[in-house]
């Protein structure tokens, strides 16, 4: 088990777990709703517009080769939309928001290098306004700072609990060998076109690659958060979420690494930073977070306690987060209007 955790930056659709549970919810028969009302929340129209708007956002239509897988990511995003929906009118009902220099901020960072030229571009090829994001990124710091006041309070473990889950698996602290905490930051030379950091950033040539490998050093080395810059712009899919944070990995596990990448680790000092460049054009820029010799490891060392409690809160927080969101539904009158018209014709809309 990693001994630390970065708090992940969670989003709407790592609640899906939780929407399943919409099926239980009380609902209305959807008696002459029209055609163009995909959803229906508590009185409150989601029309087709706004889920086509939300398709264009976050989807790449390339990715999506027949009419049943893009029937089934709309299906999806509105039953995204339906949640989110219920969290934006509780943050609403709290007072709970973000200020316009926040959304300001989470814009720059969504903006990353990209000029305001490209970055129009970009908006203008999805069919989407600077308004739309703007208010996207309302919606998702309100219902962050939603779950920050009745979530977060709430996931902190008691040190009982940090205690009792060392003493179940003391032996997970006993390293036969050195063990090596990593992080790392992933840039590839070819396109994704299913892109998973916050700020959908993918470099798509090798120079493209080079250079923001290159950006991206820089702003490590000028202070930047290094869990940041990897949720921000990570491409690997696998640790984009949790900050770039591999965990501990023993020293033989780095046998068989290229001598670049051994280097960067093994010979290196907690808290250095180092860029690699890999044989396939992709780089791989590492932070050694801790070094630990062999031996048994107990619950007062720091980074052992300190490890315990990040993952024994991240674990409580996210199962919090998704009661929280099942009792949002749970109460709520929601007609999912796309899918009751998706079985009566039998897997096609009307035209």
């Known amino acids: 088990m990693p001994q630390g955790t970065v708090r992940r930056h969670v989003v709407l659709g790592a609640l899906l777990c ?51 897988a893009i029937l089934t990511t709309k299906l999806g995003l509105v039953d995204d939309m339906i949640t989110q929906h219920l969290l934006e009118t509780k943050a609403t009902a709290e007072k709970v928001g973000p200020t316009d220099a926040e959304v300001d901020k989470a814009l720059a960072e969504r903006k990353g ?67 090596y905490r990593v992080a790392q930051i992933v840039v590839t030379p070819v396109p994704d076109a299913q892109r998973r950091n916050r700020l959908n950033d993918d470099a798509t040539t090798p120079e493209a690659a080079q250079a923001k490998a290159n950006v991206l050093l820089e702003k490590l080395r000028s202070g930047a958060q290094f869990a940041e810059l990897a949720m921000d712009y990570s491409e690997d899919p696998q640790s984009v979420e949790r900050g770039g944070d591999l965990g501990f990995i023993p020293a033989s596990a780095f046998a068989n690494q290229p001598a670049s990448i051994r280097q960067a680790v093994v010979n290196a000092k907690p808290g250095a930073v180092n860029m690699v460049r890999l044989p396939n054009g992709a780089y791989t820029i590492l932070l050694l ?54 079985v009566d014709t039998s897997g096609k809309l009307p035209k």
């Open 113 to 179: 290098n990209t000029t305001d030229a490209q970055f129009e571009l970009q908006l203008s090829q999805r069919a989407l306004t600077l308004d739309d994001i703007r208010k996207g990124i309302r919606r998702e710091l309100a219902v962050e700072k939603l779950f920050e006041k009745n979530v977060t309070p709430k996931a902190t473990p008691t040190e009982d609990e940090i205690a009792a889950f060392f003493n179940s698996h003391r032996a997970q602290f006993n390293y036969t060998e050195p063990q």
């Open 289 to 342: 977070v801790a070094a630990e010799p062999a031996g048994q490891r107990e619950l007062s060392v720091p980074a052992v306690h300190d490890g315990i409690r990040d993952a024994l809160r991240e674990r409580k927080e996210q199962l919090l987060r998704t009661a929280y969101v099942t009792r949002l539904r749970d109460d709520a009158t929601i007609v999912n209007n796309l899918a009751r018209q998706i």
């Open 18 to 68: 939780a929407s399943l549970a919409g099926a239980c919810n009380r609902t209305t028969q959807p008696a002459n709703l029209p055609a163009t009302t995909w959803a229906v929340v508590d009185g409150q129209d989601i029309t087709k517009d706004e889920v086509e708007k939300a398709f264009r956002a976050n989807v790449d239509p390339a990715t999506l080769v027949t009419d049943e």
